[in-house]
Antibody, heavy 118, light 110 residues
């Protein structure tokens, strides 16, 4: 059964780059069945899709975040990663990684809280 | 970008009630709509995909319907474990691939 786990710093300073990794187990990140995605949720607020990637490296991003986001994949480690640059307090959120079966997020990681603060 | 608007934003109901949540898209999205349930401190859980298909393991009291711009999630008889926040989500591929979520509907115990 597919499982996902986020990892990375829980505290990032303003103007710096947020970096998170999602490790996939119970299946191959190179499966043709899935894209892989990042979603975030500010405290007490709703869900916001950040972007998605295919194992080949093909990506698509939320237009509102596109200028600051890079998502990459490492098939040798069965991982994909998120980088969000020039962060502000507004980027404080729980960040989730998830498997994306064409149009739906089927499996989610447990989420990791990232706080932007000096 | 396609916007999804859920109504109501919050809802109070009792165990055994029938509840309906609506999700309206700003333009037609065929049937590419999913519903998720989220409980506090937990990741969202997929309930319904392709507007009306029940995810494996999800109780049959959950159902979805709709196409085009108007969609509904119905819980036929509320159980104590159903009190949570519900989100709709769409995927569109034109003019570019994008995913959006509705703002959420919080379902509370009356």
């Amino acid at each position: 059964q597919l499982q996902l786990q986020e990892s990375g710093p829980g505290l990032v300073k303003p103007s710096e780059t947020l970096s998170l990794t999602c490790t996939v187990s119970g299946g191959s990140i190179s499966s043709s069945s899935y894209y892989w995605g990042w979603i975030r949720q500010p405290p007490g607020k709703g869900l916001e899709w950040i972007g998605s990637i295919y194992y080949s490296g093909s990506t698509y991003y939320n237009p509102s975040l596109k200028s600051r986001v890079t998502i990459s994949v490492d098939t040798s480690k069965n991982q994909f990663s998120l980088k969000l640059s020039s962060v502000t307090a507004a980027d404080t959120a729980v960040y989730y990684c998830a498997s994306l079966s064409i149009t739906i997020f089927g499996r989610w990681g447990q989420g990791t809280l990232v706080t932007v603060s000096s | 970008a396609i916007q999804l608007t859920q109504s109501p934003s919050s809802l109070s109901a009792s165990v055994g009630d029938r509840v309906t949540i609506t999700c309206r898209a700003s333009q037609g999205i065929s049937s590419a709509l999913a519903w998720y349930q989220q409980k506090p401190g937990k990741a969202p859980k997929l309930l319904i995909y392709d507007a009306s298909s029940l995810e494996s393991g999800v109780p049959s009291r959950f159902s979805g319907s709709g196409s085009g711009t108007d969609f509904t999630l119905t819980i036929s008889s509320l159980q104590p474990e159903d009190f949570a926040t519900y989100y709709c989500q769409q995927f569109n591929s034109y003019p570019q691939k994008a995913i959006t979520f509705g703002q959420g509907t919080r379902l509370e115990i009356k």
